[in-house]
């Protein structure tokens, strides 16, 4: 199986930067946002389409030790 590559015990928080959907194997969407993290680094993440469609470029998203997926802030 495949993971999202998002841990439980994972904490960081950044600003999106960028969105990119598609569906490379011809039969799944995958939703996938770019962030931009609080020391710097960049991070790609593969999340659920409503979050997916809940945020934009600028917008601040969270992810606190033992949640499973990050969460709009603000």
């Known amino acids: 199986m495949f993971g999202r590559r998002i841990r439980n015990n994972d904490a960081w928080e950044g600003v ?14 995958y939703h996938r946002l770019e962030v931009t993290l609080s020391d710097g680094s ?8 409503g979050l997916w469609k809940s ?20």
């Open 16 to 29: 999106v930067i960028g969105k990119k959907r598609g569906s490379p194997d011809g039969q799944n969407m």
């Open 42 to 49: 960049q991070k790609r993440l593969r999340v659920r389409g």
């Open 55 to 74: 945020v934009s470029a600028g917008d601040r998203l969270v992810k606190r030790a033992g949640e499973k997926k990050p969460v709009k802030v603000g």
